[in-house]
Each structure stands twice: as C-alpha cells, then as structure tokens.
C-alpha cells in the first residue's frame, strides 16, 4: 500500500539528513504514512458525523425537553462547528486522550487498554495458527505440482475462502464444544489465571479466524513456488547443480517466497482485526470488537471513533511495518532506491 | 512438423466436438443460475409459506413437516421461504455492491491511471484512506450511524468496493497504457474519452468482471456478518446472517437453523468463487 509510495521530492529536508540508504527508505514510507493516518483519523470522524437527527438527542431519548438536549450538546460540545470539535480531538488524540465514555464515564484510552490485550493475543494465536499450517502445507503442495497433495490443499484451500468465519465458529462451536465437549463454547479466561485455561478458551475463536487466512497463505505460497520452479534461472542453476528438490524448494524458492508472504500478511492485519470483531462477539471475548459492538449499541459515540480509529491506525502500521520489512530484507528494494 | 501441428489441432478440434467447451465454467455458472433461479422464481412457483408472519404454535418443526419442507424456526416461520427470500437479500446487495463498484470505482482507477501525474496522486492517496480501513469496522460504524436497512447496508459496503475496483482498474489501466495501439490511438487523434470508451474500457472490463465476481462472494460475507449482528437487513426480514444469528440461541437444541442458511451461504460464495477463479485463469492463459 504505502508500496506504491508518492514520490518526495530529492531536495526536501528529511531526505537529504540521512545518509544511509536502509534509513532513507524507512523515513520516506513513514512519511507516506502520516497523511494516510490523518485521512483515516477525519473520515471516522466525518462518518460519525453522519448520525442522524442528534446524538444527544439520542442519548437522553424521546422525552427529553429541549432545554436538556442543548445542555447535553453544550456539555458534550456539540454544539461547535465540525471543524473545530475534529481538531479538539485530534489534539487530544495526539496526546492520548480519546475523549470521555458516555455510557461509563471512563476515559476511553483506557477502556481501549484494557480489551486491547485479549484482542492481541487472539490475533497473534490466529497468525501462529495459520502461518504454521500454511508453511509447511504449501512446501508439499509445490513439492509435487499437480499431485494428489497439491489438488487436495487446493480444493481445501477455496472451500476454506467460501466459509464466512462467523459459519465456521459456529460449525467449531458445535463439534468441539457441544459435541465433543473439548474446548467451551464461550468465555475468556486471562492468562494471568492460567495459562493451559487460556490457550483453551482461545483454541476455537483462533482456529475459525485461522483457517480461511490458513487457506489464503497456502494457495498464495503455493502459487508463488510453483512458479519461481517452473520459470526462474536460479532454480535451474541450482537444478544443474545437482541440489536436491527438498533443497532447491527451501533454499532457494520459500528463501524468495517469504517477501511476498510477509507484505500479504501485513495487509490481512486489517481484514484480520475485523474479523475479531464478530468472532468475540460469538465466543464473548472481552476484547477490542466486543468494546466496539457494545458501544455502536449503546450509541457511545466517543468510544466508537475511539475504536474504529484504533483499529485503522493498526491496519496502517501493520502495512508500513510489512513494508518496511520487506525493504529491509531484500537488498534489490533496500540499495535501488526505488 | 507445421502438417503434424495442424492435424494434432484439428484432431483435438473434432475430439472436442459434441462435448461442453469449458465444464470448468459452464458447471459453476450453471449452478449460479439454479441458485438464481431458486430465490427469485422460487417463492412465486413453489408452494412455499411467507417467510415472515408465521403461527408461534408452530414454532421448531422438524424438516419434512407437512407444508414445511425443512420445518419452521423459533417465530413459526417456514425456513425454506426464509432460506429464498434471504437469497434474494444477499444477492441483491452482493450485486448493487459490486455494480456501484464496478461503474464509480472502475472508471476512477481508469481515469487516474490514464490521466496520470497530480490527478493519478490525489485519487489514489484518497482510496488508500479508504483502503485502510478494517472493512467490517467502518461498515459497521457507517452502518450503526445511518440505521440498519437494505440500502444503507449497499451504501455503507460501497465504500469498499468502490476502492477495491479503482485499484484493480487503475493497474489495469497502467499496463495498457503501454501497449502500441494506445498510442497508435492518441496518434490518430481519437479523443481521450473515445480512447478511455472504445479502446481502454474493453481490455479492462474481463478483470473488472472476475474481480467482481470474486467481490459477490465477499459482500455476501460481509453482509452476512453485518445481518448476524444486527446492522444489516433489520430482523423480522430473511437474511441469511440473522437467520444464522437466530438459530444461534439454540444452537445445541436445533442446530439445523444455522445449518440451512450456512449452507446457502457457503454454496453461492464457493460457487462465485469458482466461477471467478476458473474465469480468471482462462483469461490470462489466452
């Protein structure tokens, strides 16, 4: 995404106080990032924006007299322009401070801390899971291009990306928790409590966010093996070489294939953080998504935007961080000075 | 060699002759068509309930009831008309999704690919605004802020599709733009707009199209996701993601209330997806 980086000017300041190409680079898509950031920051809040008739309207309901609703808007400052309350609030952004629940009264900043960590964990669980599976399948899957194991991870892998993660939850709700009894259906246990208790109660929401993302990861390191085998000189040289197909694959192709992987994975962060939002609410996870969903129905509008930008602002570090990473491991990005 | 060629070509010509052209299209599509036809020709043809309205005292009816081929849900109502009638949701906003896409975001990514430079910049620094976005999160804020119904969720969704397609359109769009016959056009003296209509538009459209077939299976996902958690088609109306939500409450006592509208799901999102896919592969063998 920030790939596609807007050319800066060679002259400008930022560029020319650092010297070292690696640096450079890392400065120029930072940069690239800010603007991106701010966009997201005013198109949460302008959506927002949309409520209609009033919020504090909304808030005091149908029998509030006008009296109380310009109270409540003075209070709330809704009463000011736009422009003025989105630049209040980046200021307080800017400094952490997100604003004021209207429903708890808690700071939002802190509500968002304390859901932030099941979130985490949860999607950390879903990358290990997936990432995991996925490596090792696609080795074998590329090993024997169009054989039994091949056709079979590939029939897997689209019937995986037709499955609605929310379908798959419950389809793991009912033979492993209902059926079988192995993990519960619902409920969170903190770490802090027990680890083994934990891992138990997050197997099943990690494993319905993993498996389509198991399934996208495969059938895209699948693809991009398979034709760095059939069409790249250095497999060839190595081919001529003598070096065994196990070694060809993992030396020289997966070595090749993990650039690719590791920008799609940073671009999935987002579809993955969105994810978690219904997946929470089916398995009543006190994370990020549930923070979300219970504040949309309460029409708490301050925490809303607080969620919604939190989770624009990780989509758009995790796609700079892929980025950057890319840079740095590939020498042809990090010396060309593309 | 060359009389070999064409023997082995005209073999494979006459061998291929009385059978289907590409089964691994024509299959796909003819179940699209089915499903199609299913929840729209459906509920007027068959002998099918409504699928709202039902009697609470025939609530949670087994499947092969009299009159309830796969039996009634909670409220009463037939969960065959249900499963239809949510079709016909789904379908409809996965299409109005990807239309507005297709048209809005096509032709800007077309647009700034070819116009290029400043333009080309400013439109797509605004889509990668969007473009960040988790898309079920703003859906769902866009959603909440303007009142769950059938058009609001299209419009909260194009906010998605309108990108997703500029992106594509515009990457499209670069690549042509290279070709000789472009300039070979702008050299005639064509118009821009006639060379963006008759020369642009046509290459493009096949990626456009798998893209968008790929983006009906998505939206029907993702409106699926915002339907189970009450933001998308509002309750008493079918949909499968609130028939699912629905059936949730009892999912160890009557599992089968999701099981229907899941599978209903499943087989249109892995149908287009076949289809898009297969479409894919054949156009960029050719």
Request: charged share 10%; hydrophobic share 55%; aromatic share 8%.
């Amino acid at each position: 995404m920030a790939g596609a980086a807007a050319p800066i000017r060679r002259g400008s300041r930022a560029a020319t106080l650092v010297t070292s190409p690696s640096l450079r680079l890392i400065g120029r898509r930072v940069l690239t990032a800010v603007p991106i950031l701010l966009g997201v920051s005013v198109l949460s809040f302008w959506v927002l924006d949309l409520i209609p008739g009033n919020a504090a309207q909304q808030l005091l309901g149908a029998e509030a007299t006008p009296e109380q609703v310009a109270a409540l808007e003075q209070r709330l400052g809704l009463d000011r322009p736009a422009v003025h309350r989105y630049l209040s609030w980046l200021g307080g952004a800017l400094t952490g401070d997100l604003g004021t629940s209207l429903s708890s009264n808690q700071p939002a900043t802190g509500l968002l801390w304390s859901h932030l960590a099941v979130t985490g964990e949860l999607v950390l669980l879903a990358f290990v899971f997936s990432l995991g599976l996925a490596v090792p399948v696609a080795l074998l899957a590329a090993h024997r291009p169009n054989g039994f194991f091949d056709r079979l991870s590939m029939i897997v892998s689209i019937g995986g990306l037709s499955v609605a993660n929310y379908v798959l939850a419950l389809l793991l709700v009912l033979v492993f928790a209902v059926q079988l009894a192995m993990f519960p259906a619902i409920g969170f246990v903190p770490l802090g409590e027990s680890v083994g208790e934990n891992l138990r109660s997050l197997v099943l929401p990690a494993g319905a966010i993993a498996f389509p993302l198991f399934c996208f990861y495969t059938r895209f390191l699948r693809g991009d093996l398979v034709d760095q085998l059939q069409g790249e000189d250095y497999i060839v040289t190595a081919r001529a070489k003598g070096i065994g197909t196990w070694q060809v694959l993992l030396r020289h192709a997966f070595r090749n294939s993990v650039f690719g992987l590791i920008t799609v994975v940073g671009l999935n962060l987002g579809t993955l953080i969105g994810a978690t939002v219904i997946i929470e609410q089916i398995f009543a996870l006190p994370g990020l998504g549930q923070l979300l969903l219970q504040a949309i129905n309460a029409r708490d509008f301050v925490v809303v935007q607080a969620c919604v930008v939190v989770f624009a602002v990780v989509a758009v570090l995790a796609n700079l961080l892929a980025d950057l990473l890319y840079a740095v491991l590939d020498p042809r990005i990090r010396y060309g000075g593309r | 060699m060359a009389v070999a060629e064409v023997a082995t070509a005209l073999r494979g010509q006459s061998r291929r002759r009385g059978r289907v052209r590409a089964p691994e299209i024509v299959a796909p599509a003819a179940i699209l068509a089915v499903v199609v036809a299913a929840c729209f020709l459906g509920p007027l043809v068959l002998p099918i309930a409504e699928p709202v309205g039902g009697n609470v005292l025939e609530s949670y009816l087994p499947a092969f009831s009299p009159g309830h081929l796969l039996g009634t849900d909670p409220n009463g109502n037939d969960i065959l008309s249900r499963v239809l009638h949510g079709g016909q949701s789904s379908l409809v906003v996965a299409l109005a999704v990807n239309l507005i896409g297709l048209l809005v975001g096509g032709t800007l990514g077309a647009l700034s690919g070819f116009v290029g430079g400043k333009t080309d910049t400013v439109i797509m620094r605004l889509l990668d605004v969007l473009i960040a976005f988790p898309s079920l999160v703003l859906t769902l804020a866009v959603a909440q802020s303007l009142g769950p119904s059938r058009t609001n969720t299209i419009l909260a969704l194009a906010f998605f599709s309108v990108p997703a397609f500029a992106r594509v359109s515009r990457a499209a769009t670069l690549r042509l733009r290279e070709l000789p016959f472009m300039a070979a056009a702008e050299l005639c003296g064509t118009p821009a707009w006639r060379v963006l209509a008759r020369h642009l538009a046509p290459n493009i459209a096949p990626q456009l199209v798998t893209f968008g077939l790929l983006g009906m299976g998505i939206v029907i996902v993702i409106e699926g996701a915002l339907s189970f958690l009450g933001l998308g088609i509002p309750a008493p109306a079918p949909s499968w993601g609130n028939m699912i939500a629905l059936g949730q409450q009892s999912l160890s006592a009557t599992p089968m209330l999701v099981v229907w509208p899941s599978a209903a799901l499943f087989l249109t999102v892995l149908t287009f997806n076949v289809l898009g896919e297969n479409l894919r592969s054949r156009w960029s063998r050719q």
